[in-house]
């Protein structure tokens, strides 16, 4: 269906890439360099435990980067290390298990909840409540008495609030989940709703297009049967004007799918309108350039509202989202088979979305093009701008 500049749909595998990227960084940057720091203040860990707690650490990040594209292979290694760190000699009384770095593991967690299913969410939440109840056993800090505080209830409450940690790491993950889903769906809805709204104005269009193609064929009959017996030449060529008005007439009405509704009437543009639309457009700000190359072929009536409405969109996506100033070329191929329109710009100064529209143009505009028998394309050229293709086939009768 194409690209849309303004927004992209993306799927659920990546819902909150960007964001979680983000997060799984500043943890990185911020927890990495207090646990090292904790580390090498500590005076009772030899250098070989603080190497090798250190190497654990660096790995729970990595594992929190490489959650936002494999949340679930993340996962076990984040889960191996904790392990390892639970089992690895304490270094300044606690474990491993216990620095600021490991906070890392509640976010592979979390994009556990997030990306994947609602089963695979909850097995990796009972893994972690399971890692809590590890630490509260085996974490000889919480074995100690003191302030007359039972050494039984002391690991109860260090298990209640791990375990509350974890689960609040898979809530969360849930609630990024469901409003990603939610996005998702009013996206779907926007969509399908400029379908409809695109096949209504292709209706209300095409309504002329039949309206006149009867009214020719009608009055050519009416010709045709008052000169056939005086004249048959001009009743014959009367007819034959019936019937490629009526072949034509028949073309447009399979194009569509007919809806309900009213769309204003507008006159069928040719492709000696393009030019002038180019031209609409020209600015100080603004340079477009206008190409035409081939022979013109015919084509039908859905074909020349959907290369005009191409040209149009092109031209008015690459002025709305494109910094002036901003250079334009439209380039109109013609073959033997389909006739090819580019419209393609420079990106300009940068990015000036001006926030107008709802980002579903390019969708209806889609819609027209294949419902005209054509292809369509949209996206960045790869030199920092923005192209828009459409082809679309010619008709294999004489213009």
Not at 25 to 35: D, G, K, M, N, Y
Not at 103 to 109: E, M
Request: charged share 20%.
């Amino acid at each position: 269906m194409g690209s849309v500049r303004s927004a992209t749909k993306v799927s659920g595998a990546r819902r909150g890439g960007s964001g979680a990227l983000i997060v799984a960084l500043a943890a990185l940057v911020v927890l990495l360099p207090i646990s090292l720091s904790a580390l090498a203040w500590s005076s009772r860990a030899p250098g070989v435990v603080v190497a090798l707690l250190a190497v654990g650490f660096a790995a729970l990040h990595g594992a929190s980067l490489l959650a936002v594209r494999r949340p679930v292979v993340a996962f076990a290694i984040a889960s191996t290390v904790m392990l390892a760190l639970v089992a690895f000699p304490a270094a300044r009384d606690v474990s491993g298990a216990m620095y600021p770095s490991t906070l890392a593991y509640l976010l592979c967690l979390a994009q556990v909840a997030v990306q994947r299913r609602f089963r695979v969410s909850v097995a990796a939440l009972a893994v972690g409540v399971a890692g809590a109840g590890l630490i509260a056993v085996a974490e000889q800090a919480f074995g100690t008495p003191g302030g007359g505080i039972d050494p039984v209830m002391l690991r109860l409450g260090a298990f209640a609030g791990l375990a509350a940690a974890v689960t609040a790491a898979w809530a969360c993950g849930l609630l990024v989940r469901s409003a990603a889903v939610q996005a998702e769906e009013r996206t779907r809805m926007r969509v399908g709703q400029a379908i409809v709204e695109e096949r209504m104005r292709i209706s209300g269009e095409l309504h002329d297009v039949v309206a006149h193609a009867m009214t020719v064929m009608i009055a050519q009959s009416e010709v045709a049967r008052a000169v056939m017996r005086e004249d048959p030449a001009t009743g014959e060529r009367a007819l034959g004007v019936v019937v490629s008005t009526g072949r034509e007439a028949l073309r447009g009405m399979r194009s569509i799918v007919a809806e309900e509704g009213s769309a204003p009437n507008e006159p069928i543009p040719t492709p000696d309108a393009l030019p002038a639309l180019v031209e609409s457009v020209r600015s100080p700000a603004c340079e477009a350039m206008f190409a035409e190359d081939g022979e013109r072929r015919p084509l039908s009536a859905a074909a020349m509202l959907a290369l005009h409405r191409a040209v149009r969109e092109g031209l008015t996506n690459a002025v709305r989202h494109a910094g002036p100033p901003v250079r334009i070329a439209v380039t109109v191929t013609w073959t033997a088979e389909r006739v090819i329109a580019e419209i393609s710009d420079d990106g300009g100064s940068g990015t000036g979305d001006s926030g107008l529209g709802a980002g579903t143009g390019l969708v209806g505009l889609a819609e027209r093009i294949r419902l005209a028998g054509g292809g369509f394309r949209a996206g960045p050229d790869g030199s920092g701008g923005w192209m828009l293709r459409a082809e679309l086939p010619v008709r294999g009768d004489a213009a």
